[in-house]
Structure formats: structure tokens, C-alpha cells
């Protein structure tokens, strides 16, 4: 399996220097230059495998003997031996249509851990097999950034240091990030939005001789590896619903903010999954939903909202998906994706938008009607969901067709989000896990949302392995 720039300006290159090379060099996002098929056959021996042995199935198309199988069912079997639960990401059904996938089972309680478990004991493998240094740089809006500091910490020969918008992420979310007290991690708090971070990592993954001499690595879903193992839980849900019930195709909400999530839906459907619609769930940052109604991709004004995690406008992802909806040709997207940088808008014309329509849903919730559905699940189910989980299953409700069976993706547990759990009237317990972070000390820098000052932190944290 070989990888391509959805620009089309680097080199095929191999599933390991993919994950290395994060960012493609040409400013694009790394794909398979295939993306592989399961056939239906196939699809009901794996449909019986538990979530680890399934992973293997899954992941090893794609690192395509690149790392010997024993070597990597034993990454896959770290990876998930840390969750609480040993289905990894059981399923709950919460009505007769609808379910509701918990991917918080992981070290910090959010779906991220399902893929950066993976990528840093994938890291590190590769850190040793390629005596390469690791010093990975990273942006997050809440939960990225303590589900990559978790993969990693305590990793010899890797080095983290993650930008975090200072004084929007929930209060779980710093504590669970600067709380760790580990010379290889460093925590710069930005005076600014999740989306300067994120423009800044890239424009500094950009500057090659910077990235190169520094040994930087991408943990966001900038990185191939994030969205491949993301994928598996789409397969496994399906399998369990489909062990229950008569399906043709099932939907997926998704609560979505950088496109990733979504996006390893949207494979896995290109894998043969029989997937139905694909429900992109935002917040009051609805560019995606706009796009997805309008055909028209335009950052508006930024919000802070109940759902931290989704307060993205310009959405990494994105990208990914526009290659596939341009006929997997680099040079439209590269000219769609100038433009854009030109003049801040994307429009596609009415056959792409027919396309895009085909492929997903999607529905903006306000704050009030996130905190309603949080109220209303609570006193009808007994089921407590996040902020963002709400926002998928008050999705789900308005994109759901009566006929359809969907599954939304639980992204977060509630104890991270208590701010909005406590306007609905609701008493958490909070996992022990969590409880203690209070009595910590946090280490972090605020800094400003400018290169310069943050590219001066970065040759101070990473210097050792210049
Ligand atoms: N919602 C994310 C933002 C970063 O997204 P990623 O999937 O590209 O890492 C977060 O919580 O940090």
C-alpha cells in the first residue's frame, strides 16, 4: 500500500514514512493511493472477531506488511489493553432506533484514545525500528491534547508539546493536560481559538528544514494513522447492531468538529461497509453544516459553546473528503484549496453538491437545544450524554429517517463536561480518575497565538534532538 498527497506533489511512500511525514510536504493530506475492499464474504468472517483481533484485520491493509503481524497484533493488544472496558467501544442501544457507541472507555475518557493509544505505541515502535527521534507537535481544542500526552508519556526517545486555547477548553480537559508533570511534555496555552493552533502547527510543519532538523511528527488527525484506526469502530458497531437485527445499512451521527471522525466513516463506507447516511453533528460553529446544506465552505464567527471540542471553523479533515469529491484529482483540489486561502470560500457547483448530499447529513444544534437533549435523554432514558454526544443524538433526531436504525458516536464521557452537565440540574459522580485531578499542580505557558514565540518554545522543549 502506498500513500499520495491529496496534492499530488510527494512521492508514493510507504504506510511508516506516512506516518512520520504526518502533514504531507506539499501542504496536502496523505491517502492510500487504493483504498482496499472487503468483500462481502470477508465481511461475515470478520464480523464474529472481538475489537482487537478485528483492528488487526482492519489496519493491517492498510501498514500492508510493513510491520511484521506478530509485531503488530502485539501494538494492537497494548493499545486497547488500557481501556475499562474489554469490548473497547461497547454499544448501548438507547432506543429502538437509535444506539449509542461509548468510545470513552480509553485512558482519557474521550474517543481520541482509540487512535492515539495505537499511534503512540506506534510511535514508539517506529522510534526504535527506525532510530528516528519523535517530537511530536500538536493542536487541541479539549481532547486531543491529554489523549496524545496519555499515548505518549513516559515513551523513551519522544517529546510532546501540545498548543491549547487558553481558557476554552473545559476545566477536565486542562487539568487532564497540565497536570502531568514529565520533562518530555510541554503545554503552551495560546491566547487565541483552537483554529490559530491548529494554522500554526501546520504553517510550522510547513517550513520543512524546521520539521526535518527538529524531527517534528503530527498526532492530530492531520495524520493517516488517526483516521485508520477510527475506522475500525464504525466496522465493529455495525457488526453488533447487525448480530441483533435485520440491517440493509446503518447511519452514523457524529459529533464533528476537525472532519476526522467522520471522515473514518466515510472509509470505511468506501471499504464496502454498508453504511448508510453519515450525520455530521456541529455546534453553533456549523461551517460543515453549512457547507453540507449550501454547497458553500466559509468560516464564520467564532463561538465558544457547551462543546468545546467541536469550536473549530476551518476543518482539517475537509480536505480528505474533497479529494474523493473531486474525482481523487490533486490538481483541482490544489487549485480549490489556493482559492480558498485566497479568498476564504469554497463553492461547489450543483452536481458536487448533489454528491455531497448523497454522502452525508447534517444538522447545527444551539447550546439550548444541546443542554434540552441532555435534560430530555437524562429523564426519559436514564442515559447521561456529554455535550457533543448530544449534539449528535439531537442529529440523529432530526436527520434519522423513521425506517433507518442509527448509531451515534458517544465521543466523550459527561464527567469531562461537568459546566453543562450542572445547567441541566444534573449530579454527576465523577470517575476517580477524574476526582483527583483537582488536587493536582498544572504546568503550562501562556503564550501568544504568534510563530515566533511558540517556534522559540519548541527549540527550547525539543533542543536535545536537534
Ligand atoms: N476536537 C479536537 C481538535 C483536534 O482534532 P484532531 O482530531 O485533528 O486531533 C480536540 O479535541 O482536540
Redesign the pocket.
Known sequence: MKYISTRGNVNEIGFIDAVLMGLATDGGLLVPEKIPQIPNEKMKTISKLSYQELAYEIISHYVDGEIPEKDLKELIEKSYGTFRDPEVTPLQKIKDDMYVLELFHGPTF?F?DVALQFLGNLYSYIAKKREVSINIL????????ASAIEGVRGKEGIRICILHPHGKVSKVQELQMTTVHDESVLNLAIKGT?DDG?KIIKEIFADLEFKNNYHLRA????NFA?ILAQTVYYFYAYFQVAKERDIESLNFSVPT??F??IFAGFLAKKMGLPVGKLIVATNENNILERFIKDGVYEPGEFRSTYSP??D?QVA??FERYLYYLLAENPNAVTAVMENFKAKGKIVVDEEQLRQVQADFAAYGVEGKECLQTISKYYTETNYLLDPHTSCGVAAYEACNEASEVCVTLATAHPAKFNESIELCDIEQTFPGEIRQLFDQPQYLEVVEADNDEIIQKLKGHFQDEK
Open positions: 474521550a481520541k500538536g493542536a487541541t481544542s479539549g481532547d486531543t491534547g483552537f491548529q498526532i492530530n488527525s492531520i488517526r468538529g476537525n476526522g471522525d471540542s467541536m473549530i482539517s479533515n
